[in-house]
């Protein structure tokens, strides 16, 4: 079935630095990929979003591009903050249901 | 933009009691709702899927009989284990959507951390 797979948190990073989390999936067709993001004591809100191959969703500084031949959607930021400090949670859209990734926690140190 | 409320956050529970998860919309009548559960680093997996007035739609393997879901109104949607083991201990995330199959229009609850002792 369809699944995805993130890295293994948690990412500890220094304020402005470059960030990565991978995210790769295996699913049958071409479904929607969303990047998710949970601060502390909020729900999960959509950060990010891309439909089709080739797509760079974007939103905040953070961007992440449909990658379909190598499956991956990895998740990016130029210039991290420590209110960047959240867990990430990759996930496709298959038959109607998100698949989720287990999220990657991040940690941003001033 | 919409609020999605779950309470509590955290609730701990001796083995054999019933617990009861309340997911409320804050500001928009949810028609669907979802309830997922997660265990430490793995992936969140639906358990549910409740539409208002009807009986939920359990993912295969989810027991509806412990994992008791009502959907009475618009905005709210409870979620109750029935005697809750250990191994039922997780944390559980609502979701809510005022219309069936629109992702970016999913709001989620903050979580409940559920611990059976």
């Known amino acids: 079935g369809d699944s995805v797979t993130q890295m293994e948190g948690p990412v500890t990073l220094s304020e402005e630095a470059f960030l990565t989390i991978n995210c790769t999936y295996t699913a049958t067709g071409y479904p929607s990929l969303f990047w998710y993001v949970q601060y502390p004591g909020e729900g999960l809100q959509l950060l990010l979003k891309?439909?089709?191959a080739d797509d760079k969703g974007s939103n905040k500084g953070f961007e992440a591009t449909y990658r379909k031949e190598t499956t991956s959607f990895h998740l990016e930021k130029g210039s991290v903050q420590v209110s960047d400090s959240a867990v990430y949670f990759c996930a496709l859209d298959s038959n109607y249901q998100l698949i989720w990734g287990a999220g990657t926690k991040l940690i941003i140190k001033p | 933009g919409a609020v999605v409320s779950q309470h509590p956050s955290r609730v701990i529970c001796k083995s054999g009691t019933s617990v009861k998860i309340e997911c409320r919309s804050l500001?928009?009548?949810?028609?669907?709702m979802f309830w997922y559960r997660q265990f430490p680093k793995q992936s969140l997996m639906l358990m549910a899927t409740s539409n208002e007035g009807s009986k939920a739609t359990y993912e295969q393997g989810v027991e509806k009989d412990k994992f008791l879901i009502n959907h009475a109104s618009l905005t709210l949607s409870t979620l109750t284990v029935t005697s809750a083991h250990p191994e039922d201990s997780s944390f559980y995330i609502c979701s809510a959507s005022p219309r069936t199959g629109e992702r970016e229009k999913l709001f989620f609850g903050s979580g409940t951390q559920l611990s059976v002792l």
């Open positions: 500001d928009f009548q949810a028609t669907t």
């Open positions: 891309a439909t089709k």
